[in-house]
């Protein structure tokens, strides 16, 4: 790993920067927030990012205790969020609403795996669920699925498939980056950019009202 840089300020920005200021490691964090991944997934996300700077910023996101380190069953390793990296869901929505004023510079590249989207819209729902909301849905997006469980006042949304869901969605990748950037509509991008399937009667209700909220929280 590469020698820390660090401010040497007493002043909590400096301190947060010491530790999520590096390239990269906010885009990491951001990534991680869709759930534990194994380092070829984080590499594939983040397109230009080269595998030995990946290692050396997970190395320090560990040291730093920001991500951990676990092993499936067949020995793979997975990185996850540890609790002091999970807090850092609210400074990434924030940041990102930071940056919805500024245009994207030159061609964009499409991501590897679409867990850039999980941290905005999970948090945007955390804000706007309701303690009677209470439903599973499975969001498939151009093939990659994530689940989003709203229940007792909680809300998240995983990189990862539900085996019970209320409702099935389907879209596409487009449609769902126009949609959390208020270039569309939830009706017109329910009507048009989405299927449905509802297997639990009445949910479909719930998840529209439940997204509605959380587009409010996404305009700012």
């Not at 530790?19 to 991680?32: A, E, K, N, P, S």
């Not at 030995?52 to 730093?64: G, H, Q, V, Y």
Request: aromatic share 6%.
């Amino acid at each position: 790993m590469a020698k820390a840089r660090t401010y040497k300020l007493g002043c909590p920005i400096a301190r947060a920067l010491d530790r999520v200021g590096d390239r990269w490691t906010l885009l990491i964090l951001r990534d991680l927030h869709a759930g534990p991944g194994r380092f070829t997934e984080l590499q594939k996300g983040l397109t230009g990012i080269a595998a030995n700077l990946l290692t050396d910023r997970l190395a320090k996101m560990t040291s730093d205790g920001l991500i951990e380190k676990n092993r499936e069953k067949h020995g793979a390793v997975l990185y996850q969020l540890t609790q002091t990296g999970r807090r850092t869901s609210s400074l990434l929505f924030e940041l990102a609403q930071f940056g919805r004023q500024f245009p994207p510079q030159g061609e964009v590249s499409r991501p590897g795996n679409l867990r850039t989207l999980a941290v905005t819209l999970s948090t945007a729902c955390q804000r706007a669920v309701t303690t009677n909301t209470h439903l599973e849905v499975s969001i498939l997006v151009d093939g990659e699925v994530f689940l989003l469980i709203a229940r007792s006042g909680q809300a998240t949304l995983t990189y990862q498939a539900a085996m019970n869901a209320d409702l099935e969605l389907k879209t596409s990748y487009d449609a769902m980056v126009a949609l959390t950037e208020g270039k569309i509509t939830f009706e017109k991008f329910a009507a048009e950019e989405c299927e449905f399937m509802v297997h639990t009667k009445g949910k479909e209700f719930e998840f529209m009202a439940l997204m509605t909220a959380a587009l409010e929280q996404l305009k700012g």
